[in-house]
């Protein structure tokens, strides 16, 4: 079974930062793509970064230049750094799994507030 616990969200003003964490168990960590997703209040769940079993990334356009994903293999956890935060970046943030060997898993969801 497969399990992502997240951690990090919190309450910052706008021009803040926060790092997201998102510890991984039940998985080959190592050979799995990695992502990142928010969900703001009535609207859908967006992608938001991403990174490959070889330390590819990729960012959506609103979070390009401030917003930076790493992983830790030895640790099975991917980080998300959020720099220059914004009203509009408030939302509940998401991990996600890609395993070959054992599908797709959704963390629970940490949530980020950025406000004055």
């Known amino acids: 079974q497969v399990q992502l616990v997240e951690s990090g969200g919190g309450l910052v003003q706008p021009g803040g930062s926060l790092r997201l964490s998102c510890a991984a168990s039940g998985s080959r960590f190592s050979i799995s793509s990695l992502g990142w997703y928010r969900q703001a209040p009535g609207k859908e769940r967006e992608w938001v970064a991403g990174?490959?079993?070889?330390?590819?990334?990729n960012y959506a356009d609103s979070v390009k230049g401030r917003f930076t994903i790493s992983r830790d293999n030895a640790k099975n956890t991917v980080y998300l750094q959020m720099n220059s935060l914004k009203p509009e970046d408030t939302a509940v943030y998401y991990c996600?799994?890609?395993?070959?060997?054992?599908?797709?898993?959704w963390g629970q969801g940490t949530q980020v507030t950025v406000s004055s």
């Open positions: 990174i490959t079993s070889g330390s590819s990334t």
């Open positions: 996600k799994i890609s395993s070959p060997s054992s599908g797709i898993y």
